[in-house]
């Protein structure tokens, strides 16, 4: 049986684990170590994805007033908050322990097997497509991948006792959701370890069944192991790059190059309101938030929607919009899909078709 190292890096700064992403994953491109499972920590931090800036997508003044420190991913994706009380998961493989560069499958694979991991715990948690772990509909873990050459690094967090109003606050949002109601509403949509169990769980615990569940996954065997002096080197290097204002806003662009657009419109089923953060430029909505009237079962339904709209080029907005109810039962007492997309584009400040009243 062939056998793959896990590893624990515990509590860092974030310019640290991020310089261990590089080491690791440009270690395993260059078949320097095995496969490896590495468990990590950070202290309060704000991630940006490799390609986005920081006077766009984070809360500055707020990042600065309570300590926490803001650093750039090397993968893509969006800004995420990451603190002591999440535990992260990475795997770093080569393409031929997954057999396909197809993120989709990759992410499928994984996702049920660290689903697995934390029921073993005691809940019922499952995937959630595309590369979310859920209990009961609410999110309990995030992941997302990157390949360099045929090294992949797969990265997951897990949820032990999260503050759900302090990533809010974190993020550029619009104000409103940042009312008492919407910080219970995003609540409901997250969950987290302890208020499941009622207890926090030991950390060894958590640990040994991502281990066993990523064991029988990949009919492998772990054993225990060290940065290596090859992973040490790319280490030293990575961080005197990362740790730097320089890394930090190498994608410098001002606010106003990407605002957030409002609009409200009253429909016969109620009031609608989306808040757009919107790049004219690329043409790409990064993000929608729709507040108003909304009365939406099952309860997740529009953060569901406005996850699905997220990146999204804007001439495809209602194919993905008709898509999206398409595919799954919603009762929105009244509102209908269009009218998302209606509201959408008047924030964006597009015409109108003809058929959206």
Same mark, same amino acid.
């Given at each position: 049986?062939?056998?793959?190292?896990?590893?624990?890096?515990?509590?860092?700064?974030?310019?640290?684990?991020?310089?261990?992403?590089?080491?690791?994953?440009?270690?395993?491109?260059?078949?320097?170590?095995?496969?490896?499972?590495?468990?990590?920590?950070?202290?309060?931090?704000?991630?940006?994805?490799?390609?986005?800036?920081?006077?766009?997508?984070?809360?500055?003044?707020?990042?600065?007033?309570?300590?926490?420190?803001?650093?750039?991913?090397?993968?893509?994706?969006?800004?995420?908050?990451?603190?002591?009380?999440?535990?992260?998961?990475?795997?770093?493989?080569?393409?031929?322990?997954?057999?396909?560069?197809?993120?989709?499958?990759?992410?499928?694979?994984?996702?049920?097997?660290?689903?697995?991991?934390?029921?073993?715990?005691?809940?019922?948690?499952?995937?959630?497509?595309?590369?979310?772990?859920?209990?009961?509909?609410?999110?309990?873990?995030?992941?997302?991948?990157?390949?360099?050459?045929?090294?992949?690094?797969?990265?997951?967090?897990?949820?032990?006792?999260?503050?759900?109003?302090?990533?809010?606050?974190?993020?550029?949002?619009?104000?409103?959701?940042?009312?008492?109601?919407?910080? %219970? $509403?995003? =609540?409901?949509? @997250? /969950?987290? +370890?302890?208020?499941? !169990?009622?207890?926090? &769980?030991?950390?060894?615990?958590?640990?040994?069944?991502?281990?066993?569940?990523?064991?029988?996954?990949?009919?492998?065997?772990?054993?225990?192991?060290?940065?290596?002096?090859?992973?040490?080197?790319?280490?030293?290097?990575?961080?005197?790059?990362?740790?730097?204002?320089?890394?930090?806003?190498?994608?410098?662009?001002?606010?106003?190059?990407?605002?957030?657009?409002?609009?409200?419109?009253?429909?016969?089923?109620?009031?609608?309101?989306?808040?757009?953060?919107?790049?004219?430029?690329?043409?790409?909505?990064?993000?929608?938030?729709?507040?108003?009237?909304?009365? %939406? $079962?099952? =309860?997740?339904? @529009? /953060?569901? +929607?406005?996850?699905? !709209?997220?990146?999204? &080029?804007?001439?495809?907005?209602?194919?993905?919009?008709?898509?999206?109810?398409?595919?799954?039962?919603?009762?929105?007492?009244?509102?209908?899909?269009?009218?998302?997309?209606?509201?959408?584009?008047?924030?964006?400040?597009?015409?109108?078709?003809?058929?959206?009243?």
């Amino acid at each position: 049986m062939e056998s793959w190292r896990v590893i624990d890096t515990g509590l860092r700064p974030p310019a640290q684990n991020i310089a261990l992403n590089r080491a690791l994953l440009e270690a395993r491109a260059a078949e320097e170590i095995p496969s490896t499972l590495r468990f990590l920590r950070f202290t309060a931090s704000a991630l940006l994805g490799y390609h986005q800036s920081a006077e766009q997508e984070l809360n500055l003044d707020y990042c600065r007033e309570h300590g926490v420190t803001v650093q750039r991913r090397i993968t893509g994706g969006g800004a995420i908050y990451f603190d002591e009380t999440q535990i992260g998961w990475e795997l770093y493989l080569h393409q031929r322990d997954v057999g396909t560069r197809d993120m989709q499958a990759i992410s499928k694979r994984i996702c049920h097997a660290a689903a697995t991991a934390v029921s073993a715990l005691g809940i019922d948690a499952r995937y959630r497509p595309r590369n979310d772990i859920e209990v009961d509909g609410r999110k309990i873990s995030g992941t997302g991948g990157a390949f360099d050459d045929n090294a992949l690094l797969f990265q997951g967090t897990l949820l032990v006792d999260f503050d759900v109003e302090k990533m809010l606050r974190v993020l550029r949002i619009p104000a409103e959701k940042l009312s008492d109601k919407a910080i %219970a $509403s995003a =609540r409901e949509r @997250v /969950a987290n +370890l302890k208020e499941l !169990l009622g207890r926090q &769980p030991d950390t060894a615990t958590i640990r040994q069944y991502f281990v066993e569940a990523f064991e029988s996954e990949f009919s492998v065997e772990f054993r225990e192991g060290d940065l290596t002096l090859s992973e040490h080197k790319r280490y030293q290097a990575a961080l005197a790059e990362i740790d730097t204002v320089d890394w930090v806003h190498l994608v410098a662009r001002p606010r106003a190059d990407m605002p957030i657009l409002e609009a409200t419109r009253k429909f016969p089923g109620g009031l609608l309101r989306a808040a757009v953060t919107y790049d004219a430029v690329a043409r790409l909505i990064r993000q929608v938030w729709f507040t108003g009237d909304i009365f %939406a $079962s099952p =309860r997740r339904t @529009v /953060a569901d +929607l406005e996850a699905a !709209l997220h990146d999204l &080029p804007l001439d495809r907005l209602e194919q993905r919009t008709l898509a999206f109810f398409a595919s799954r039962p919603a009762d929105l007492l009244g509102l209908a899909p269009a009218d998302f997309v209606t509201v959408v584009r008047i924030a964006i400040g597009e015409p109108l078709l003809a058929r959206h009243p």
